[in-house]
């Protein structure tokens, strides 16, 4: 990886980078070296430490949406990749198709679409690291274009999760990938 050879020949500092998504994913930074303090709420940080840095893969403690769990630790499935290549929320299939279907009373035919007036209606979806939980509101995870809304949890083959955009321009996020210390922190963003 680029980052970790630049690290290496000391042309950065820290193992140390921040990424920040604006509301809407379209501007956003990222720090190398450290974090953009101006960006983040110190006091919200939830720390996980990373499974694998070549993938940013985590595990959960649960994941819920609503009274719905997605996952608990000991499940396989609750893992979590962080992608800020990826604009949706993906999980294993039949759960997220499950969910999609029976609480948001989305049609894949119709591209995953949604109600635009029950929007605040829909649940939160909780991820729990360690002792400590991240709430996303469905604001977040369901995208309005023009007059049509849509859910952006998508079903993925993969039997685990993965977090985008959608996710990330609520949370700034700290990737730290020094050696013995290793771990995403995620803060609100400011």
Same mark, same amino acid.
């Given at each position: 990886p680029v980052f970790l050879h630049a690290v290496g020949e000391g042309k950065i500092a820290k193992?140390?980078?921040?990424i920040y998504i604006q509301g809407g994913g379209n501007k956003g930074e990222i720090t190398f070296g450290g974090v953009n303090k101006a960006h983040l709420k110190e006091e919200t940080a939830v720390s996980a430490k990373l499974i694998s840095k070549t993938t940013m893969l985590i595990k959960m403690k649960k994941l819920t949406l609503g009274e719905t769990e997605m996952c608990?630790?000991?499940d396989e499935e609750c893992k979590l990749l962080v992608d800020t290549a990826c604009t949706s929320i993906m999980g294993p299939k039949e759960k997220v198709e499950e969910f999609n279907k029976e609480t948001l009373d989305t049609d894949k035919e119709r591209k995953w679409?949604?109600?635009c007036d029950k929007i605040q209606d829909f649940p939160d979806l909780v991820m729990t690291l360690g002792e400590k939980t991240l709430t996303?509101?469905?604001? *977040? *995870?369901?995208?309005v274009v023009g007059d049509t809304c849509y859910?952006?949890?998508?079903p993925k083959n993969k039997e685990r999760?993965?977090?985008g955009d959608v996710f990330l321009a609520k949370f700034y996020t700290e990737y730290n990938l020094k050696t013995d210390e290793e771990e995403i922190t995620f803060y609100e963003a400011k």
């Open positions: 193992s140390i980078f921040g608990k630790e000991e679409k949604v109600d996303l509101e469905s604001s *977040y *995870y369901i995208r859910s952006t949890i998508r999760w993965q977090i």
